[in-house]
């Protein structure tokens, strides 16, 4: 095993779970923060992985662990609580002497943008930089993994929905960004930098549905929704009013296509292309 120091937070989440796999098939030793026993148990089976279990509303739960780490993986849900859970852990890894922190951020974060994710993320980075940590963040764009959110309604209806209209955003696969974050973990040169992270192509929502009806053999159709219906189906799945409000401004901003830059940081960084829609789709057609 690579002897490394190199602490993750979101160890369990969309893109935590595909980095520990990379870390750990990489030979390389981690320490990753989780909450229960049960996570602990089946990080623990990974290869090279050691859970801490704490609670990042809790510094003194995993501020021990920091002890002796160089890099750290900060990632939460976006969540209410988010800014302050976030600044916290920055605040205990720089007591920590911490000397880089890869966060997961958003892309187009702004303290000064109407979505109150992007204004979050950007107020977490200005804080990271305040203190004088090394950084590398990391701002991807619209996960593909978020469609996997409708599974039921596509196996079952053939149909998804958003409030996007026609706008093309350049959506990304979690795999991508979690291979970025391994390489800046994992080896120099990526100090004080800033990737947005996008997939291969900008594509709307209803070439989304083109390629998934081409690919599962089966039509289906994307249904553009006003931003009040969207509301209506976020609060009618019980996601929390803080949430359903940063949901409904993200895809306004994405409504707007201020989301359909594309990057080239994927090969960048990784030496290969970035994972395409279709090929998504191909690898996650057993969920369709
Ligand atoms: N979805 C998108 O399209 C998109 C696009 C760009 C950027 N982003 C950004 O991506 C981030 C979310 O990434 P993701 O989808 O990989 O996350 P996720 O699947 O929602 O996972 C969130 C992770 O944070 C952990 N966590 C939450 N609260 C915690 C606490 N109090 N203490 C310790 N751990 C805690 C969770 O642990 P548990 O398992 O214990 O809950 C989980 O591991 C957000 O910041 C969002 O803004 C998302």
Same mark, same amino acid.
């Given at each position: 095993?690579?002897?490394?120091?190199?602490?993750?937070?979101?160890?369990?989440g969309a893109v935590g779970?595909?980095?520990?796999?990379?870390?750990?098939?990489?030979?390389?030793?981690?320490?990753?923060?989780?909450?229960?026993?049960?996570?602990?148990?089946?990080?623990?089976?990974?290869?090279?992985? #050691?859970?801490?279990?704490? %609670?990042?509303?809790?510094?003194? *739960?995993?501020?021990? &662990? /920091?002890?002796?780490?160089?890099? !750290?993986?900060?990632?939460?849900?976006?969540?209410?609580?988010?800014?302050?859970?976030?600044?916290?852990?920055?605040?205990?890894?720089?007591?920590?002497?911490?000397?880089?922190?890869?966060?997961?951020?958003?892309?187009?974060?702004?303290?000064?943008?109407?979505?109150?994710?992007?204004?979050?993320?950007?107020?977490?980075?200005?804080?990271?930089?305040?203190?004088?940590?090394?950084?590398?963040?990391?701002?991807?764009?619209?996960?593909?993994?978020?469609?996997?959110?409708?599974?039921?309604?596509?196996?079952?209806?053939?149909?998804f929905f958003a409030a996007?209209?026609?706008?093309?955003?350049?959506?990304?696969?979690?795999?991508?960004?979690?291979?970025?974050?391994?390489?800046?973990?994992? #080896?120099?040169?990526?100090? %004080?930098?800033?990737?947005?992270? *996008?997939?291969?192509? &900008? /594509?709307?929502?209803?070439?989304? !549905?083109?390629?998934?009806?081409?690919?599962?053999?089966?039509?289906?159709?994307?249904?553009?929704?006003?931003?009040?219906?969207?509301?209506?189906a976020l609060a009618g799945?019980?996601?929390?009013?803080?949430?359903?409000?940063?949901?409904?401004?993200?895809?306004?901003?994405?409504?707007?296509?201020?989301?359909?830059?594309?990057?080239?940081?994927?090969?960048?960084?990784?030496?290969?292309?970035?994972?395409?829609?279709?090929?998504?789709?191909?690898?996650?057609?057993?969920?369709?």
């Amino acid at each position: 095993m690579k002897q490394t120091s190199i602490f993750l937070t979101g160890a369990t989440g969309a893109v935590g779970s595909q980095l520990v796999q990379q870390l750990s098939s990489l030979n390389i030793g981690f320490k990753a923060l989780v909450r229960t026993p049960e996570q602990a148990g089946q990080l623990n089976k990974l290869p090279n992985a #050691e859970a801490i279990i704490g %609670d990042l509303a809790e510094p003194t *739960t995993f501020e021990h &662990a /920091l002890t002796g780490i160089e890099k !750290a993986f900060l990632l939460t849900n976006s969540s209410e609580q988010a800014e302050s859970l976030q600044m916290g852990f920055v605040e205990a890894a720089h007591r920590a002497g911490v000397g880089h922190i890869v966060k997961l951020s958003q892309f187009a974060a702004d303290e000064s943008s109407p979505v109150r994710f992007l204004r979050y993320h950007a107020r977490v980075e200005n804080r990271i930089r305040e203190l004088g940590l090394g950084y590398t963040f990391l701002r991807p764009n619209l996960y593909m993994q978020g469609l996997l959110a409708f599974k039921e309604q596509i196996r079952y209806h053939g149909q998804f929905f958003a409030a996007i209209g026609q706008a093309r955003v350049s959506l990304v696969d979690v795999r991508d960004i979690a291979a970025i974050a391994a390489v800046a973990l994992t #080896e120099p040169g990526y100090e %004080d930098q800033i990737y947005d992270i *996008t997939g291969p192509e &900008a /594509l709307s929502h209803y070439q989304l !549905a083109e390629t998934l009806s081409h690919v599962l053999g089966k039509p289906v159709n994307f249904i553009d929704v006003s931003p009040a219906q969207m509301e209506q189906a976020l609060a009618g799945a019980g996601f929390p009013e803080w949430q359903i409000g940063g949901l409904i401004e993200d895809y306004a901003h994405y409504a707007r296509e201020e989301a359909a830059a594309v990057s080239d940081a994927v090969a960048r960084v990784t030496g290969r292309n970035a994972i395409g829609f279709e090929q998504f789709v191909k690898d996650h057609c057993f969920l369709l």
